[in-house]
């Protein structure tokens, strides 16, 4: 099975400053996916950035951004200009081509923004 | 958002007792997944299915039984309740159209078993 980390159990941020949030993960594999997710107070799971890891590029949706480092297998999250609503425990989740399109998450990292 | 439902949205049972949560979807996706969710775990799979009829064990299936006889239910089943059995359960789907790869959730199920 692969291995998802997640090392901060918690941090938090002031408003409207940067905050990077961090993920590893094991896997033998080429060809895979990369992911977080939110949930906030409400429980819901919502998907907030995905990277292919076949793309070098990093993966970039407003206010969030990753840096993919393939060879170091290292996927974290940065959150800019930080709000209230960010306020919410972060999963990364990793999909590989084995085993049926199963996701391993981390155990998260939960993020308060200090007003 | 992804059109996906969770019923009962809370439940408290008691230990030894059978319980189905449901999970219902409009999207026409031909995978879904079942997950627990409990503190310092994260999500672990539990079973999931690759179509009709067709599922398969996860991570943490002992204890729980699946079944999927239409396309857009997906039934969780705890044939005994057990204590350890308390949760929040989330339910998935996913498809290989579109964004393939990406995982949308339900509202989730918190389960007691007392």
């Known amino acids: 099975a692969q291995t998802v980390t997640q090392s901060q159990p918690e941090m938090s941020v002031q408003e409207a400053e940067t905050v990077t949030l961090s993920c590893t993960y094991d896997?033998?594999?080429?060809?895979?996916?990369l992911f977080w997710y939110k949930q906030p107070p409400s429980r819901q799971m919502i998907l907030v950035i995905r990277?292919?890891?076949?793309?070098?590029q990093n993966a970039t949706e407003n206010r969030f951004s990753v840096n993919f480092q393939k060879a170091a297998k290292s996927f974290s999250l940065k959150i800019s200009d930080s709000q209230l609503g960010d306020t919410a425990m972060y999963f990364c989740?990793?999909?590989?081509?084995?085993?049926?399109?199963?996701?391993?998450f981390g155990t998260g990292t939960s993020l308060t923004v200090i007003p | 958002d992804a059109g996906i439902t969770q019923s009962p949205r809370h439940k408290v049972t008691e230990t030894g007792t059978p319980v189905t949560l449901r999970c219902h979807q409009t999207?026409?996706?031909?995978?879904m997944y079942w997950y627990r969710q409990d503190p310092g775990h994260g999500l672990r799979l539990i079973h999931y299915?690759?179509?009709?009829?067709?599922?398969d064990k996860g991570e943490v299936s002992d204890g729980y039984s699946v079944s999927r006889s239409k396309t857009e239910d997906f039934l969780l089943t705890l044939e005994s309740a057990t204590s350890s059995q308390t949760s929040v359960y989330f339910c998935?789907?996913?498809?290989?159209?579109?964004?393939?790869?990406?995982?949308?959730f339900g509202p989730g199920t918190r389960l007691t078993v007392l």
């Open positions: 989740a990793f999909m590989g081509r084995v085993g049926g399109n199963q996701f391993y």
């Open positions: 990277q292919e890891a076949y793309k070098q």
């Open positions: 896997t033998s594999e080429s060809n895979y996916y």
């Open positions: 999207e026409n996706h031909r995978y």
């Open positions: 299915s690759y179509g009709v009829k067709d599922t």
């Open positions: 998935a789907i996913s498809d290989w159209g579109g964004a393939p790869d990406t995982q949308y």
